[in-house]
């Protein structure tokens, strides 16, 4: 029971220093010695450096070797798209058709489709919040409102929902279910259509609230980054064809390239098979075409093309390493005797797979305050588990799949999470103005799609 217990205070610890904004890629190893430690009192020996270098560090470099070339290439693709104006450029024309009495709904339709086309969380963030203060200005809609706005178009239904989002919680599951990007599309839709529609009521039904109170958008010191002027951006029609490579490349090559490639070699030399890699090898090859046509049409728009370049490689190595870190200290924590009694718990709460397979995802990437770290942990440790048991229930790893991928992006951002973190930097805000309806939009409402899915899933839609 004392193993439970520092269990318990070291994801304490994590949640609470990395909400006072302590790197993860330094307390992920301390604290998950703190918890080793107490196994001590267990009767448990105890080996900390092996601990660390063999237990840790595999975790975190064996994460590292399966996401690294997505990371590499989405984080370059996002600071294209941004550098280069063409995420802007989306951002203003579904404004300007929208109108500023639509403001939020252009804020989450921009960063839903720059989401869903490859760039990254943070790119969007930066690219979008520019533009959305503006409307928001001119609409009259507190700022506080903006947060959860940007929110819900970039950390929900385009990060693990629409079939296809090469998003990296959507690639997870696929080299442990062998499944693809486009796993369960019917699941992945209504999943999507829940979170996108119940999380614009909600933004709608507070911001009308509060203009009705008088509230208007408030007095606030902005911090825009200087952009091209509207003349200089790349045309809607040219900033969509990247994005448009991306999932259609994608589709193309896990559901006919890759799937009718001889490939005995993969079992004989390396140990895999074709199902266990096809999903991330279609990803890799269409990011990587996104590039190369990106670099090419925008080539007039780039300030300093090898910039650009340089600056998406040294992203990529923060974004891997934070997630890593917490992938190789969840991996410890599972390792440890007293974990046994919580994977019980988790195993035994319900016979329905689904059910285990989606809470083990959602609270792990709470305690982490990770979705991609949680869900990558989860499926390591009980993987396996999870699709024998829906195999015995009939139920697809494509269903498991979306399940996993929507349960994930729940818990995950709680206060402590990063992405939640680095918004409110970025847009000025603070935990009490806005994490409510952050909160509501992305832990809740996406709560109650996965529970929708769930309950589809068991009765045999995919």
Known sequence: MIGVIGIILSLGLLMYLAYKGVSVIILAPCLAMLAASFQIFNGTEVHLLATYTLQFMVAL??????????????????????????????ALTISEKLGKNRAILAV???????TYGGV????????????????????????????????LGAFTFTMTAIPG????????????????????????????????????????WRSNRAMEAGE????????FDSHAERSELPSLGLALVPIIIVLVSNFIFSKYIFKDMGADYLESDYGTTLSAVIGTWSLISALLIAVIVALIIYRKNFVDV??????????????????????GYGNVIAGL??????????TGVSDNPLVSEAISASVLAGVTGSASGGLSIALETLGDTFLQQGTAAGISPEVLHRVASVACGGLDTLPHNGAVITLLGITGLTHK???????????VIPAIACVVIIILGTLGVV
């Open 120 to 151: 990254s969380l943070f790119v969007a963030v930066f690219a979008i919040y520019p533009i959305g203060a503006e409307l928001f200005k001119e609409a009259g809609i507190p700022k506080r409102f903006l947060a959860a706005a940007i929110a």
């Open 61 to 90: 470099s064996g994460y590292v070797k399966s996401y690294f070339p997505i990371f590499l290439l989405g984080a370059i693709f996002g600071k294209i798209m941004d550098d280069t104006g063409a995420a802007r450029s989306i």
């Open 306 to 327: 090898l910039k650009s370049l340089k600056d998406g490689v040294q992203g990529s190595f923060l974004a891997i390493m934070n997630t890593a870190s917490e992938v």
């Open 108 to 114: 989450v339709i921009s960063c839903g489709i720059i």
């Open 165 to 204: 989002t090469p998003q990296i919680q959507n690639a997870i599951p696929m080299k442990y279910l062998g499944t693809d990007a486009y796993a369960a599309p019917i699941l992945g839709i209504v999943a999507a259509l829940i979170m996108f529609i119940g999380g614009m009521m909600w933004l709608t």
């Open 337 to 346: 005797t007293a974990f046994t009694i919580i994977q019980t718990f988790i």
């Open 216 to 223: 208007g958008y408030g007095v606030h010191d902005e911090h």
């Open 433 to 443: 103005q806005s994490y409510a309806d952050i909160g509501m939009c992305t832990v």
